[in-house]
DNA sequence: GCCCAGGTGTTTC
DNA sequence: GAAACACATGGG
């Protein structure tokens, strides 16, 4: 049964890699930023790009919206779509002044914030859910490319199944906890990184004969 | 030089 | 509606 699995499948990439401490951030704002700013895109390129905002002391919400969008494109160049994600970036610190700061914001019902989150152009899913989930501290399971290839190559989801289902999975079938989500996702993003890539990475992949 | 990375929005059939 | 496309740097 599908419960059983995931368990089973979390106890399995616990046991072979152990904690993955994320998200790698100093700040709850940090935490958002990543968040978009890592869209298809490596962590090591994400990471220069925050080294440099925190280089010129820009690293805060007022101090971003107040920035140039050439600016900060310029600033972030090193996490690829530089253009696109400036403009998302700004829409973002745009909703956060609308809604108060960053405290308040988690302060109001997660499924309406979650809802509100989406409105904001250049916020999908991932990225909604990375924000509740790793700067939240609520229990929203973030799903991804990995998690889909992973769950697909052992027959749990259709190849097809869309974001909201395989989410549903997790969230209809694991204690609802936030820190168990953390550490589960980054564990899927472990694996998938470095033993789901090819067919024949199986071979070694510590959830072989799952 | 080619492929991919902790996606999302827009355009096109 | 879904499929295709645009966005772009840096590491393997």
Not at 53 to 79: T, V, Y
Not at 145 to 166: E, G, S
């Amino acid at each position: 049964m599908t419960k059983n699995t995931l368990v089973l499948i979390y106890n399995k990439l616990y046991k072979s890699f152990g904690p993955q401490h994320w998200w790698p951030a100093k700040t709850k704002f940090e935490v958002m930023v990543g968040a978009i700013l890592t869209q298809n895109t490596a962590w090591g390129n994400v990471e220069k790009a925050i080294a440099s905002l925190r280089k010129e002391n820009l690293l805060s919400p007022q101090k971003l919206l107040r920035l140039p969008l050439r600016h900060m494109a310029s600033l972030i160049k090193s996490c690829g779509y530089y253009n696109v994600k400036a403009k998302r970036l700004k829409n973002f610190l745009k909703f956060i002044k609308k809604k108060g700061g960053v405290a308040k914001l988690f302060k109001e019902d997660p499924f309406v914030l979650r809802r509100e989150l989406l409105e904001v152009n250049g916020v999908g899913e991932e990225t909604a859910d990375s924000i509740l989930l790793y700067a939240g501290n609520l229990p929203f399971f973030v799903v991804d490319a990995y998690t889909k290839r992973i769950l697909y190559r052992h027959n749990l989801i259709d190849k097809k199944a869309d974001y909201a289902h395989v989410q549903k999975l997790f969230m209809d079938n694991l204690k609802r906890d936030a820190d168990l989500f953390n550490e589960y996702h980054a564990l899927l993003v472990k694996v998938g990184k470095h033993y789901c890539k090819k067919k024949a990475d199986c071979g070694n992949c510590p959830l072989k004969g799952v």
